[in-house]
C-alpha cells in the first residue's frame, strides 16, 4: 500500500514562477525524502527531513513537514524548464531498513 | 565511481522465459533494493537485502527471486516471464544504519510478450 500521495498528480506552470507539490502519509516515520526523476531516467535524492525537523532548505528547495498532519510539502523557488522532472516523496514508516514511495507529481515548466 | 549501474538496459522476453537482471553499486553500500515503476504507480519494492548474504521480501515479491552473494551486486530473476512484469525495473543502493538517501541505477525496461 501507498503510504505517500503527492498532491496535486500534476503542475504546469511557467519559468520563473514557484512550485509547490506536497505530500501526506499515514504512519509515523523517522524521516521523509524528497526524489526527482527525470524522464527515462532513474530517481534523484534531493532533500531529506527528519522528524524532528521542521523546515529544511537546500538551493532553491525549501521542504516543511508537518508531523502532526502528517503531511510535507516541497517548494520550488523561481522554477526553470530544467526542473522539468517527476517528483516523488518517500517515507520510511518507521522502518530501518526501506522505503515507500509516492506515486509523484509531474512538474513542467514552460520557458 | 559509476555509482549504481544495471543490465541490461532493455529487454523483450517471451511469455514462460527467464532472465536475471544484474545491479552493481561500486559505493561499498550494505543496503540494496529492487522497485518496479508502472504507470500510474509509483515505485513499487521488490526485494531488499541488508547486507552480504541476505534478501528479504519487499511489497511486491511474487514471480521474482534474489541474490546477494557479493556485497557490490544485487540479482533480479525472473524464472518465468509473465505479461505482468512488463515495467521498468530500478535498482537502489544507500549506506549504513537506517533509511538514509538511496542512490538508484538508470533502470532497465522490460518487455514481456
Known amino acids: 500500500s501507498q503510504q505517500g500521495e503527492e498532491d496535486p498528480q500534476a503542475l504546469s506552470i511557467q519559468e520563473g514562477e514557484n512550485a509547490t507539490m506536497n505530500c501526506s502519509y499515514k504512519?509515523?516515520?523517522?524521516?521523509l525524502q524528497w526524489y526527482r526523476q527525470n524522464s527515462g531516467r532513474g530517481l534523484v535524492h534531493l532533500i531529506l527531513i527528519r522528524s524532528n525537523e521542521r523546515e529544511k532548505h537546500s538551493g532553491r528547495l525549501r521542504v516543511t513537514l508537518d508531523t502532526s498532519k502528517k503531511s510535507s510539502s516541497l517548494l520550488i523557488t523561481a522554477s526553470r524548464a530544467a526542473d522539468t522532472a517527476s517528483y516523488f516523496c518517500a517515507t520510511d514508516g518507521g522502518s530501518n531498513y526501506k522505503l515507500t514511495f509516492g506515486k509523484g507529481t509531474l512538474l513542467t515548466v514552460n520557458p | 565511481n559509476a555509482g549504481v549501474t544495471q543490465t541490461p538496459k532493455f529487454r523483450v522476453l517471451k511469455t514462460g522465459q527467464s532472465m536475471t537482471l544484474l545491479c552493481a553499486q561500486d559505493?561499498?553500500?550494505?543496503?540494496m533494493y529492487w522497485y518496479r515503476q508502472d504507470p500510474g504507480m509509483g515505485l513499487r519494492l521488490i526485494h531488499y537485502s541488508v547486507g552480504e548474504g541476505t534478501t528479504a521480501k519487499g511489497e511486491v515479491p511474487d514471480g521474482y527471486n534474489v541474490s546477494r552473494l557479493k556485497k557490490q551486486n544485487f540479482l533480479l530473476g525472473l524464472e518465468s516471464a509473465a505479461p505482468s512484469q512488463t515495467s521498468v525495473y530500478f535498482c537502489?543502493?544507500?549506506?549504513?544504519?537506517?533509511?538514509?538517501?538511496?542512490?538508484f541505477g538508470p533502470g532497465t525496461r522490460l518487455l514481456v510478450l
Open positions: 559505493m561499498n553500500h550494505e543496503y
Open positions: 504512519t509515523s516515520i523517522n524521516n
Open positions: 537502489a543502493s544507500s549506506y549504513g544504519q537506517g533509511v538514509e538517501t538511496q542512490y
